[in-house]
């Protein structure tokens, strides 16, 4: 429950920050605070639930670690990104990659496939109960089977 | 300035992966067992030492238990000296889980505390 309230602050903090604050923002401007915005995300919401969990003095179950685990996959797929389109480009290291249509690659793939993996990988591990829960081979189904279903 | 933010970011995630692999190091690092135990009402310690003593754990550990909840110092949880603070958390921890997934499932899912109970036994 308090892995869910949190990510449901946050997922609504980051709908607004989405809709009503990068829109008005330069496009070049918006790239650069896009990823990085994304990857703070990806690190304060661990930060957070371990802080709640403290606070109410509730142990750290699987599920936490299965969150560290994706968040820091999350933070990772962004930071990559910010370096992509602000720093130097990481397929041919030249320039940076700003243009969707001309210049999106591999990696661009897999972090729109990867985000969105992590993110209902997630609310499937905490809403799955009894038999399924826990099980290390279910789980690692569970994720590669969702990676299968989003890059099709 | 980009650079030193990459660096930032990347040691992040390099904690967040440490940290979910020794998970159990945080747990101790910010103290959730002394709090848990400081929380707990009891009637949910008594819950807890009966579901352990119809598990054969040993009147010694069962006071063990008891008594951490009225330590005042959040520094470590041993009460007997010879009860590894770590396996006295893990017990406490194994038993609510079984009783948890048990008013869940109605499964008996001992298996999980039986290795707990093992080196409890070994005491």
């Given at each position: 429950m308090i892995i869910s309230g949190v990510m449901i602050a946050c997922l609504a903090i980051a709908d607004v920050i989405q809709n009503?604050?990068?829109?008005?923002?330069e496009y070049e401007t918006r790239i650069y605070f896009w990823y990085l915005t994304w990857a703070a995300f990806s690190i304060i919401q661990p930060a957070l639930i371990t802080l709640v969990h403290w606070y109410f003095g509730v142990f750290l179950s699987s599920s936490v670690r299965a969150l560290f685990i994706l968040m820091a996959i999350n933070a990772f797929l962004n930071v990559l990104l910010f370096i992509d389109r602000n720093?130097?480009?990481?397929?041919?290291?030249?320039?940076?990659?700003?243009?969707?249509?001309?210049?999106?690659w591999l990696l661009w793939d897999i972090y729109s496939v990867g985000i969105n993996v992590n993110i209902w990988f997630l609310i499937f591990m905490l809403f799955s109960k009894g038999f399924?829960?826990?099980?290390l081979i279910w789980i690692l189904l569970s994720y590669l089977f969702c990676w299968f279903v989003f890059w099709l | 300035m980009d650079f030193i933010i990459v660096f930032v970011l990347l040691v992040c995630v390099l904690a967040l992966v440490v940290f979910s692999y020794r998970f159990y190091m945080l747990e101790e690092k910010i103290k959730i067992p002394q709090r848990h135990l400081e929380r707990m009402t009891e009637e949910s310690i008594n819950k807890l030492c009966d579901v352990l003593k119809d598990k054969g754990v040993s009147e010694e550990l069962l006071i063990s238990v008891r008594e951490?909840?009225?330590?005042?110092?959040?520094?470590?949880?041993?009460?007997?000296?010879?009860?590894?603070s770590r396996t006295l958390v893990d017990l406490i921890r194994g038993a609510e889980e079984l009783i948890q997934r048990q008013e869940e499932?109605?499964?008996?899912?001992s298996v999980a505390i039986s290795m707990l109970l093992s080196q409890a036994r070994a005491l």
């Open positions: 009503y604050v990068f829109p008005n923002i720093i130097i480009a990481l397929n041919d290291f030249n320039g940076v990659n700003l243009n969707p249509r001309t210049e999106a399924f829960k826990d099980r | 951490s909840r009225n330590l005042t110092s959040a520094s470590n949880l041993v009460v007997n000296s010879d009860v590894p499932t109605g499964e008996d899912l």
